[in-house]
């Protein structure tokens, strides 16, 4: 489990395989203390697991599947990415919950000054809009970020100039391919109120959505 609160800027060293499995050798920007091999790390929104290390790098294995849901298969040696360890019992949780677990690769669009801040439009796959909501948690590249307007198809985010510094935002520009997850929260709802939305299967169900006199025969709005 991670907060989005990216911790160092982490360099890719080099890349080991090809086709459908890698392995990557990452230097933290600042030393990771007491690195355990097994350990989860965020690497741009990607949970992987620490497989070896040295004083100098992390080695991390990304299997298939990682590679077909995630734009890893985009990096290169040299490639600056963001890493978060995992959350610990007791620390603060300045962001959201962020599973690593990438929904989804979006694309950056429309890129925009907003004073000394930087807002950037990113589109995506409109089957993950219902989950996404002005105001809510979006995790970008593993970046706990805040939505400020969103629409079929499409997000926008407000990056301040801390973030724009201290993460791979800076980097961000369009036609960049950027790793997406979702609230886990709102992915939990959609899937508890599945049985009563028909939406997604027009046609089916009819009459079977939610509505007032839904919510007052099990005892709300009384």
């Given at each position: 489990?991670?907060?989005g ?125 219902k ?8 995790a ?7 939505v ?75």
């Amino acid at each position: 489990m991670f907060t989005g609160i990216i911790q160092t800027l982490g360099r890719i060293n080099r890349i080991e395989g090809a086709g459908k499995e890698r392995r990557l050798y990452i230097s933290p920007g600042r030393q990771f203390a007491h690195p355990v091999r097994g350990e989860s790390v965020s690497i741009n929104g990607i949970c992987l697991s620490v497989e070896d290390f040295s004083q100098d790098w992390l080695k991390f294995y990304a299997s298939a599947q990682t590679l077909e849901q995630t734009n890893l298969g985009d990096y290169q040696a040299g490639h600056s990415v963001n890493l978060e360890r995992a959350l610990a019992v007791g620390e603060r949780m300045g962001g959201h919950f962020v599973n690593g677990h990438v929904d989804c690769v979006s694309t950056v669009g429309e890129v925009r000054s907003s004073g000394e801040s930087t807002v950037y439009r990113l589109q995506f796959s409109r089957n993950w809009s219902k989950f996404i909501v002005p105001k809510g948690s979006v995790a970008l590249d593993g970046i706990s970020l805040t939505v400020i307007d969103c629409g079929p198809g499409f997000l926008e985010v407000n990056i301040i100039p801390e973030t724009q510094k201290s993460t791979n935002i800076g980097f961000w520009k369009s036609g960049s391919r950027v790793n997406m997850e979702v609230d886990m929260i709102a992915k939990y709802v959609a899937q508890m109120l599945a049985p009563w939305d028909s939406s997604d299967n027009p046609g089916e169900n009819e009459g079977s959505g939610i509505s007032w006199e839904f919510l007052q025969k099990y005892g709300f709005g009384n």
